[in-house]
């Protein structure tokens, strides 16, 4: 399965979706990027007149391109009859930088295992300047259909 | 390898799993890691895994499915044990 074919099967929409690009897959990881519009609804509130992005925002960032994009594209490799859903179900998180609208970030994220449905996986969020602005560890169970 | 002795092996792996520290003390055959010890599936690979190195077993799919309690975890150990 390609990047496009991958990026087509992803749940998301907008205002919800932070995957643009998925630079590389297989199965040990995923690279994708993402630019974070400045016109997007939580700038106006976080923090008020001085718009950073939230940290749950980059975390289910590195969560759509690290888990769900590995977690289908693995799932989907071993079954291609089978939908694949991913259900977060952990993370833990270093924060480093704040990440201000307009920016671009580039996600990468090695699988640690994934064993019984359950993908776990390290990540790091790098700015355009190749600063880590944040990294941890996070995991869902891959399903077959939603809140399963 | 004595049952009792796998008990505490499976009490030991699934202590940082649960908050519940009363279900954990009393643990026995009958315990649920589900509906006693509240511990969630994404929780219970991890247990699976954790015990797949502590005894050097390699656990399938099949055998994972049935690991919902204490008893079904220890008959899987020991016949996992047994084909070593």
Do not use: W
């Not at chain 2, 699934?14 to 009363?22: G, S, V």
């Not at chain 2, 511990?39 to 954790?50: Q, T």
């Amino acid at each position: 399965m390609n990047a496009q074919e991958i990026l087509a099967k992803l749940p998301y929409s907008k205002p919800f979706l932070f995957v643009d690009e998925l630079l590389q897959i297989d199965e040990n990881g995923s690279t994708g990027t993402y630019t974070y519009d400045k016109d997007l609804d939580f700038y106006k509130g976080h923090f008020k007149d001085a718009p950073v992005t939230p940290g749950v925002i980059l975390t289910e960032t590195m969560a759509q391109i690290g888990l769900v994009c590995l977690g289908i594209y693995l799932s989907e490799n071993a079954n291609t009859e089978m939908k694949a859903h991913v259900m977060l179900t952990s993370t833990a998180m270093d924060f480093m930088k704040p990440v201000f609208p307009g920016e671009m970030v580039t996600v990468t994220a090695e699988k640690v295992y994934f064993r019984f449905k359950k993908l776990n996986c390290n990540v790091v969020m790098k700015n355009e300047a190749g600063e880590t602005v944040c990294k941890g560890n996070i995991s869902g169970m891959v399903t077959t259909k939603m809140n399963d | 390898m004595d049952r009792e002795v796998i008990i505490s092996a499976i009490k030991e792996v699934a202590a940082p799993y649960t908050q519940d520290k009363q279900a954990l003390d009393e643990i026995s055959e009958t315990t649920s890691f589900i509906t006693d010890l509240k511990i969630n599936s994404a929780n219970l690979v991890d247990i699976v895994l954790d015990l797949e190195e502590k005894f050097g077993i390699e656990i399938d799919n099949d055998s994972m499915a049935k690991m919902l309690d204490v008893k079904s975890t220890l008959d899987v150990i020991e016949a996992k044990l047994a084909e070593k």
